[in-house]
């Protein structure tokens, strides 16, 4: 049982916008910054957003983040079959003093 | 450019002991802490904790006490995982991360990037 919330799934097809969502508490999401993590098939995960909303460079500013209390929202436009991957969220717990992931949220791109 | 390069796969019986190691390049090994993180095969991602570069002072996860130890080697700017009386539930892809976060006025951003590859290893009889 992961500490934050993520749905399992989510679908839809190319060119679509779709959002995940990431729910916790004020111990971890409401008073810390939300990372969000890409985890292609096979392969390493890769940071997509940090501090909520901010891109790394090279992505690409199709993928946003936005936060309101103890959720955070992942945002995804024009999708793309190469978006097909489980993407995590990822905080601070500050009550558990320990690094927290959502359980992940598989995106099929139909 | 930076990156993290772990260790091979790894099969192992139950009571064995395997280390990990994590090789990282491009930056200044001593100035970002690493951090640990498993997955079960299908699962998501679990914190495992994180070793100071500079002190080598390891912080374990609840869950990650005991048989599993965080080392370095800053001489070759390598981070290690040994994991002890290994068990059939430590079948996993454990990664190394470097952590570009930081903490100020109790607020923490808790980032990783880059990772490495990942580790698989595998316990079996």
Request: hydrophobic share 30%.
């Amino acid at each position: 049982q992961s500490v934050l919330t993520q749905p399992p799934s989510v679908s839809a097809a190319p060119g679509q916008k779709i959002t995940i969502s990431c729910s916790g508490s004020s111990s971890n999401i409401g008073n810390n910054y939300v990372c969000w993590y890409q985890q292609l098939p096979g392969t390493a995960p890769k940071l997509l957003i940090y501090e909520d909303n901010r891109r790394p460079s090279g992505i690409p500013e199709r993928f946003s983040g936005s936060k309101s209390g103890t959720s955070v929202t992942l945002g995804i436009t024009g999708l793309q079959t190469g978006d097909e991957a489980d993407y995590y969220c990822g905080t601070w717990d500050s009550s558990l003093r320990a690094g927290v992931f959502g359980g992940g949220t598989k995106l099929t791109v139909l | 450019q930076v990156q993290l390069v772990q260790s091979g796969s790894e099969l192992k019986k139950p009571g064995a002991s395997v280390k990990v190691s994590c090789k990282a390049s491009g930056y200044t090994f001593t100035s970002f802490a690493i951090n640990w993180v498993r997955q079960a095969p299908g699962q998501g991602l679990e914190w495992m904790g994180w070793i100071h570069t500079t002190t080598g002072n390891p912080t374990y996860a609840q869950g990650f006490t005991g048989r599993f130890v965080f080392s370095l080697d800053t001489s070759v700017s390598t981070a290690y995982l040994q994991i002890t009386n290994l068990k059939a539930d430590d079948t996993a892809v454990y990664f190394c991360a470097r952590w570009v976060g930081y903490c100020s006025g109790g607020t923490c951003s808790n980032a990783f990037d880059p990772w490495g590859q990942g580790t698989p290893v595998t316990v079996s009889s």
